[in-house]
């Protein structure tokens, strides 16, 4: 494959046969130029404002109701009965069985001599004229009440497959997205003529087209000048503003997406009835708008989780952040399909001497009580009281205590083995620092050592367990990591302010209970980053491929506030089994968007039916009653309908009544949603929501 996409034919077919220098076709004077045209359909097509959720890409928006739907066959019977009526009333008409009534209007309205002169063409005409009015006249009237413009819309040529459809005339100008109409009103017109240009030429891509405009938003919002955007889309066209890396696009895409709304497409709404009218059979998609309210998807092992969900979304926001809007960092186990390494810049392989990024143990943070706190929720923060009103105060304590005077003494935070050793109380580390700090003036340092030393000798000291759980990481297997002296090059999650894509693999194999501790860090380390940004005009989003042990009081509090801070998680679970159940039912209202795949157990399905509630709904009871015959000929009609339909005459009642029912109950969730299906909630930023959405995600 050369570099510019062709195919090199010496490599792949047999040596071609000599032909006459005059078969051989002239040369072309210069290479053909690509054709934009795919670009331009992509960019002109319809993207109308619609429900949360639904795929916006050529949608067409359906009724909120479902319109009353007559069956096929009933209707077609009808019709055709119709019209043998309007025909059994014509020809009574006609041949006078009827009287001659009809004619009537004629003779009333029309002058005698119209009718009684010896023209015959013309008293054909009169007449014919006359019956032909009173023939549509019948028509028309069977034709209503046999709904023939119904089996018209349903059955004629409106509803036959089309040819595929002609190209349209391009919009306006002004209206046309090509064209780029903000910058010429802006007064950028030599700008918006060199995109323009490079769009119709087939040298923008869709990646190019959302990163320069969000380079324009940053014009408009003042962090930018004009010249200076006008001067690099001039230098570099559809080249402008690249992303750090210079990549425009990933090596290889699995879902469809959409950057002019940001969307990912997951998959089709279901034609069932549980789902409302106006999203059946629509594309679903999800984009920054429902991220920003955290998602949580629920399934066993082989329900797509990682392939359905979390591929798709990683992949679309890596390039939201090829286009400048977006900072992801996704976390997984190694080797769990999370998307190439080329797809991200920065890939940390915790475990794998051959990684090149090691991974900041401390977030990045010079405060030794900020990186204590978030220490300590990634050590302990599972051992806390699994109430969402706890804490890990008595652990952030006794971490501070060490690293206040350790980072005073050396400029930096203690390694892995040193911390170990100081939590273990080891005299020989303790007895180094307060020498160190004798002298110095910082006695409020040397306090804190001192009711170290006397906490160390307390029966409830939770030195101890810090000590056992650092061990976890202090093995030979991660001798080269979360290195201090600054010799490595360690990943920090302060990195946030700019569109970085990281990929974290997890060393599950053998180091389970490590993998499930550096993921709480890596949660807590994010959530305290998104916090204290200062663009937050980039939307941040963590992905946790398995949550299993992650979810912490302190996690679910992280995640309530990652909204504000235009930040979101997406968050996977086997079961919710593995989440303590005081936290089941305050992480499912963490997370503005839930999904519950199929495979879902009972008990998990009723902590769903309870989160998405109850809703009215009509309820239709039918009653047949044997109908009984008094009378002798009744009673023969009612025989002779026996022997011909097999079963007595009845009578049907119907009660109609509103009853309050869940929306899907733990069984239907359990047992009623098929395989490569999920039933979805979704809530956008604004606080729209979508009821819960049974989902094909393999179409």
Known sequence: MDSDGTQDARGTHATPVPRSRSAVPPRPSAPPMPDGSAFLAWLRTPRPEALPGVWRFGHRPRPDEEPEQIPGRQLLSGALIAF????????????????????????????????????????????????????????????????????????????????????ERPPAPEQDPAEWPQLRAAGAVDAAERLAAEAKAGLMRDVDHARITRAWQSVRSGRHSLATFTGAVLKDGAAACLHPSGERDLPTRLSRHDLVTGQVRLGTTADDPRN????????????????????????????????????????????????????????????????????????????????????????????????????????????????????????????????????????????????????????????ALRTALDGSGQESLLRELDARERQMGHPGDVGGVLADRVALLDRPAFAGFFDTSGQSRPFSLNALDHPVRV?????????????????????????????????????????????????????VRGIQRLRSGNAGAVLTLRSLDDVPRPLRGPLLGAAGCRMALSGLTPWDGQDFAEVWGKEWTEARDVTDRQIIAETPAGKALHAVRRVITGKAPTARAVTVRQVERERWSASELAHAVPPGHAVLSLTDVRGEHAPPLLVDLRD
């Open 503 to 555: 990929r974290i693999d997890l060393p599950a194999r053998g180091h389970a209970d490590a993998s499930r501790m550096l993921a709480r860090l890596v949660l807590a380390q994010f959530s305290a980053s998104v916090a204290v940004r200062e663009d937050r005009s980039l939307f941040a989003c963590l992905i946790l491929d398995d949550a299993t042990g992650v979810v912490t009081p302190e996690a």
């Open 276 to 431: 409302p009218y106006a999203y059946r059979s629509t594309g679903l998609a999800l984009g920054p708008e429902l991220l920003g309210t955290s998602l949580l998807a629920v399934g066993p092992a082989g329900s797509g989780k990682t392939g359905a969900v979390v591929r798709p979304l990683a992949e679309s926001l890596c390039l939201h952040a090829l286009a400048g809007r977006a900072a992801v960092v996704v976390v997984g186990a190694a080797g769990a399909g999370l998307g190439p390494a080329d797809a991200y810049d920065v890939v940390v392989r915790i475990g794998n001497p051959e990684s090149v990024y090691d991974l900041d143990l401390y977030g990045g943070t010079t405060d030794p009580d900020e990186a204590a706190a978030v220490l300590a929720e990634a050590l302990v923060g599972d051992l806390a009281d699994p109430h969402p009103g706890s804490d890990s105060r008595r652990s952030t304590t006794v971490l501070a205590q060490l690293l206040g005077p350790f980072r005073a003494v050396h400029g930096r935070f203690p390694s892995v083995p040193e911390l170990r050793r100081l939590l273990d109380g080891a005299p020989g580390p303790l007895a």
């Open 84 to 167: 043998l009526v309007g025909w059994l009333i014509w020809s009574l008409l006609w041949n006078g069985y009827l009287g001659g009534w009809w004619v009537l209007p004629l003779e009333l309205f029309t002058p005698d001599s119209w009718r009684e002169n010896n023209d015959r063409v013309g008293n054909a005409i009169l007449w014919y004229t006359y019956y032909t009015l009173i023939a549509l006249a019948i028509m028309f009237a069977v034709g209503r009440l046999g709904r023939w413009s119904e089996v018209w819309r349903r059955y004629g040529p409106s509803a036959w497959p089309r040819r595929a459809p002609v190209a």
